[in-house]
């Protein structure tokens, strides 16, 4: 076997372990991606969320074998682009961030949901945010955050 092969944060890998190993740990554990949090191994926090081929996803709920050829972005790989840099604003501005537990899960989801809808009202965002758990702010600043940055991002999404 010539291993599972996947991109992740734009870097080809090769994972030569189990298929049936836990996207979550792989990316912890072998990837040494942080920003990628062990909240409940169930799919309910949101703190473990990657983009797969742009979806979000819970990486806790994903195989390594579900992942062959397909594109992973963890926190680590977003941080470097423009979009991030406009969502960090924003949610700095209100100060949505407390503990930063659920940041990572917050801002992928915040992408996920202007990459399908830039122009996203208060009831889609908080949909859009709906799978991730904060339980520090209360989640109106992070709504607000995702309001500035789908004003301000205007042409990146």
Same mark, same amino acid.
């Given at each position: 076997?010539?291993?599972?092969?996947?991109? *992740?944060?734009?870097?080809? /890998?090769?994972?030569?372990?189990? %298929? &049936?190993?836990?996207? *979550?740990?792989?990316?912890?554990?072998?990837?040494? !991606?942080?920003?990628?949090? +062990?909240?409940?191994?169930?799919?309910? +926090? &949101?703190?473990?969320?990657?983009?797969?081929?742009?979806?979000?996803?819970?990486? !806790?709920?994903?195989?390594?074998?579900?992942?062959?050829?397909?594109?992973?972005?963890?926190?680590?790989?977003?941080?470097?682009?423009?979009?991030? /840099?406009?969502?960090?604003? %924003?949610? %700095? @501005?209100? @100060?949505?961030?407390?503990?930063?537990? +659920?940041?990572?899960?917050?801002? =992928?989801? @915040?992408? %996920?949901? *202007?990459?399908?809808?830039?122009?996203?009202?208060?009831?889609?965002?908080?949909?859009? =945010? @709906?799978?991730? =758990?904060?339980?520090?702010? &209360?989640?109106?600043?992070?709504?607000?955050?995702?309001?500035?940055?789908?004003?301000?991002?205007?042409? =990146?999404?």
């Amino acid at each position: 076997m010539d291993g599972i092969r996947f991109l *992740l944060n734009g870097q080809e /890998r090769t994972w030569q372990g189990s %298929a &049936g190993e836990r996207l *979550l740990e792989v990316l912890r554990d072998t990837y040494q !991606c942080k920003s990628v949090k +062990c909240g409940c191994k169930e799919g309910e +926090c &949101g703190a473990c969320s990657v983009l797969l081929d742009g979806r979000l996803v819970n990486s !806790c709920c994903v195989a390594m074998g579900a992942v062959e050829g397909a594109s992973i972005v963890t926190m680590e790989g977003f941080r470097e682009t423009e979009r991030f /840099r406009v969502l960090d604003k %924003a949610y %700095a @501005s209100v @100060s949505a961030v407390q503990c930063g537990f +659920c940041i990572p899960g917050m801002i =992928l989801a @915040s992408e %996920a949901l *202007l990459a399908k809808n830039p122009h996203p009202d208060e009831e889609e965002i908080r949909e859009g =945010l @709906s799978g991730n =758990l904060c339980r520090c702010t &209360g989640y109106q600043a992070i709504v607000k955050a995702v309001q500035i940055a789908a004003g301000e991002g205007d042409g =990146l999404w």
